[in-house]
C-alpha cells in the first residue's frame, strides 16, 4: 500500500521557522520526482515546490522562492521542506504529492502549518 | 503564468443524473514533447486530493468508469456519466505542461 505521512506542522510565529517531513513507502520513492502542494483554509490548492528523483532540477513558487527550501533523502525514503520567514499567509496544510506522468500520483493526508502570533 | 478557468464553480446534481465540468487554459497545453498534462483531482470533504485523470483522458487505477475526460489544447472536460453520493466534494483541473497550476475548484453536491 503507498503511503505518504507528512510530519512537522504546527503553531509558529510570524518570521519564524519549521521544517516538514514526508516519509515515503510503498512505491519506488527513489524514482519519483516529489512537490510539495499546500492548502489555505477554505481555499483551493497551490503548488509550492517540486524536486525531481536525484535532486537536479528544483523549482519553487514565487510566493515562497527565497524563504522556503525542498530536499529529499532517498536513502531515508524521505521528503524536506525548510520554511524560513514565515507569514500569516503560508498558513495551510501542506501535502507531500508524488509526481508521475505530469500528474500528482500519491498524496498524504497532510499536515497543518499555523503562522500567527 | 499559467490561469486555469473552471466552469460552473458550484454544481448541484441529482443522484443518478450525468455532472459535467469544464477547464480552460490560457494558453495551449500541449508539452514540447507531444503530451498534453492535463489532470483532474477530486478532493472529498475533508479528505486530502486524489488523482482521477492524467493526460486529459486517462482514467487512474481504481477510479471507477463512470469518470471521464476530455478536451484538447486549452479546453478539457471532466464528465460524471451517473453522480453517485460518494461524488461530492471538490473537483480540480491541474496543468503541469508550464510548471504547476490549479483551477479554483468546483463544488459537486447533491440536489
Known amino acids: 500500500e503507498v503511503q505518504l505521512v507528512e510530519s512537522g506542522g504546527g503553531l509558529v510565529q510570524p518570521g519564524g521557522s519549521l521544517r516538514l517531513s514526508c516519509t515515503a513507502s510503498?512505491?519506488?520513492?527513489?524514482?519519483?520526482?516529489m512537490n510539495w502542494v499546500r492548502q489555505a483554509p477554505g481555499k483551493g490548492l497551490e503548488w509550492v515546490s517540486y524536486?525531481?528523483?536525484?535532486?537536479?532540477?528544483?523549482y519553487y513558487a514565487d510566493s515562497v522562492k527565497g524563504r522556503f527550501t525542498i530536499s529529499r533523502d532517498n536513502a531515508k525514503n524521505s521528503l524536506y521542506l525548510q520554511m524560513n520567514s514565515l507569514r500569516a499567509e503560508d498558513t495551510a496544510v501542506y501535502y507531500c504529492t508524488a509526481f508521475a506522468s505530469g500528474t500528482y500520483v500519491y498524496w498524504g493526508q497532510g499536515t497543518l502549518v499555523t503562522v500567527s502570533s | 503564468d499559467i490561469v486555469m478557468t473552471q466552469t460552473p464553480l458550484s454544481s448541484p446534481v441529482t443522484l443518478g443524473q450525468p455532472a459535467s465540468i469544464s477547464c480552460r487554459s490560457s494558453?495551449?497545453?500541449?508539452?514540447?514533447?507531444?503530451?498534453?498534462?492535463l489532470s483532474w483531482l477530486q478532493q472529498r470533504p475533508g479528505q486530502p486530493p486524489r488523482l482521477l485523470i492524467y493526460k486529459i483522458s486517462n482514467r487512474f487505477s481504481g477510479v471507477p468508469d463512470r469518470f471521464s475526460g476530455s478536451g484538447a489544447g486549452t479546453d478539457f472536460t471532466l464528465k460524471i456519466s451517473k453522480v453517485e453520493a460518494e461524488d461530492v466534494g471538490v473537483y480540480y483541473c491541474?496543468?503541469?505542461?508550464?510548471?504547476?497550476?490549479f483551477g479554483q475548484g468546483t463544488k459537486l453536491e447533491i440536489k
Open positions: 524536486i525531481d528523483s536525484s535532486s537536479t532540477s528544483i
Open positions: 491541474m496543468q503541469a505542461t508550464h510548471f504547476h497550476t
Open positions: 494558453q495551449s497545453l500541449v508539452h514540447s514533447d507531444g503530451n498534453t498534462y
Open positions: 510503498g512505491f519506488i520513492f527513489s524514482s519519483y520526482s
